[in-house]
């Protein structure tokens, strides 16, 4: 059971819509490397984590996994909000406005919806431990791609960097997690 906080994890107040800033942004919600993927493979992870430990971990990584697509959500749509038709149309957003209007839709950049393919949950701890480490660092290079392309929009700028700084707090725990417990695993059961 979890408790809600009616409020972002840090605050987004975007003032001016940007369809092209929402385009690419739309990623970090339903893309392969986005917060929508992060937040299942955790939660799905965790039921197989021999560990107590690591399971709490993957449970409070992918809870605040959800607070950042919330984030992203609120992003992209206060970029999409108050478009006029001409910028829909100039901006080429006019595709996702003709199935979505300015709703909330997951998928990448690249205009592919998301897919439960992007995540995975093998049943092994160290092996799930390492796909959460090149998770976070895959979600990493993308914010900072994303924070090149916002630089001079600092009501937009300020969250993706606050989220970009999350992705390396979650690969230090992940790591952390992989070192402490895992390391007392005996795997030799399954080699013949």
Not at 10 to 30: D, E, H, M, T
Not at 147 to 174: M, N, S, T
Request: charged share 25%; with cysteine.
């Amino acid at each position: 059971m979890w408790s809600y906080e009616k409020r972002l994890q840090f605050p987004v107040n975007i003032k001016k819509p940007n369809a092209n800033l929402a385009q690419v942004i739309i990623s970090q919600f339903g893309g392969p490397d986005g917060e929508l993927a992060a937040s299942q493979r955790y939660l799905s992870q965790r039921y197989s984590m021999p560990y107590r430990e690591v399971a709490g971990t993957l449970t409070d990584i992918g809870t605040e996994e959800l607070a950042h697509m919330e984030m992203v959500s609120a992003i992209v749509y206060q970029l999409t909000k108050d478009l006029s038709m001409e910028e829909i149309e100039a901006s080429g957003f006019d595709k996702y406005y003709v199935d979505h209007t300015t709703g909330l839709w997951p998928q990448a950049a690249g205009g592919v919806p998301f897919n439960a393919c992007v995540f995975q949950s093998k049943g092994d701890a160290i092996t799930d431990l390492f796909e959460d480490m090149a998770a976070e660092q895959k979600a990493r290079t993308t914010y900072d791609n994303i924070l090149r392309l916002v630089r001079d929009e600092p009501d937009v700028y300020e969250p993706i960097k606050f989220l970009r700084a999350r992705e390396i707090v979650h690969f230090q725990r992940f790591g952390e997690a992989n070192r402490g417990d895992c390391s007392k695993s005996n795997h030799t059961k399954y080699n013949h």
